[in-house]
């Protein structure tokens, strides 16, 4: 059972921005980096964020990341018709573990 | 360029056991972290398992404590997973995915994944 807790789902029009919110704890995202990913299913999952909001090489910065106390947020701007994937937020816990949250389907209406 | 290739999925009984393996190239394996993440049918990303750089630190999701065991041979840049007392719910594709920092830190790069099936 996943301690982060994001929207089942979110969806816009192409060209439109999208935010998915990432609820944790102060045992979780309120003290520790937070990252996000994006996995189209049966595929390999792809770092998006690290260090709540630095994007790896090759990311575009349409995805930005933010945090404030317990909470993160993903935010897609322009979106497109190849971001339609669920995307997990992700935290080390100070009870000795990663967490992953519930995950977000986004779709391109 | 960096590759992580899982190995050993398959069909197993309840109860049974099975190991699972991540071949690495492309980085210096034994400086990195590395975790086991899995994913059940229709369900999302459940953190399994990790171990340190070195292998003398191992962490595990509650779901899978006492029954699987993370480990690591820098020699032969391979990373296992030992799954005993295998339950139905233990059905996923398992990832490993290497870690940003010699141990905790984001997943940024993760294998295409491996399919455990337990069923009798």
């Known amino acids: 059972q996943s301690v982060l807790t994001q929207p089942p789902s979110v969806s816009a029009a192409p060209g439109q921005k999208v935010s998915i919110s990432c609820s944790g704890s102060?045992?979780?995202?309120?003290?520790?980096?937070v990252s996000w990913y994006q996995h189209l299913p049966g595929t390999a999952p792809k770092l998006l964020i690290y260090?709540?909001?630095k994007r790896p090489a090759g990311i575009p910065d349409r995805f930005s990341g933010s945090k404030s106390g317990t909470s993160a947020t993903l935010d897609i701007t322009g979106l497109q018709t190849g971001d339609e994937a669920d995307y997990y937020c992700?935290?080390?816990?100070?009870?000795?573990?990663?967490?992953f949250g519930t995950g977000t389907k986004v779709t391109v209406l | 360029q960096v590759q992580l290739v899982e190995s050993g999925g398959g069909v197993v009984q309840p109860g049974r056991s099975l190991r699972v393996s991540c071949a690495a190239s492309?980085?210096?394996?034994?400086?990195?972290?590395m975790h086991w993440v899995r994913q059940a049918p229709g369900k999302g990303l459940e953190w399994v398992a990790l171990?340190?750089?070195?292998?003398?630190?191992?962490y595990y999701g509650d779901s899978v404590k006492g029954r699987f065991t993370i480990s690591r041979d820098n020699f032969r840049n391979t990373l296992y997973l030992q799954m005993n007392n295998l339950r139905p719910d233990d059905t996923a594709v398992y990832y490993c995915?290497?870690?940003?920092?010699?141990?905790?830190?984001?997943?940024?790069?993760w294998g295409q994944g491996t399919l455990v099936t337990v069923s009798s």
């Open positions: 995915a290497k870690s940003e920092t010699h141990m905790i830190g984001s997943l940024n790069f």
């Open positions: 492309g980085i210096t394996f034994s400086s990195f972290g």
């Open positions: 171990i340190s750089y070195d292998g003398s630190n191992q």
């Open positions: 102060s045992s979780n995202v309120g003290n520790n980096y």
């Open positions: 260090d709540n909001n």
């Open positions: 992700a935290t080390w816990d100070s009870g000795l573990s990663e967490v």
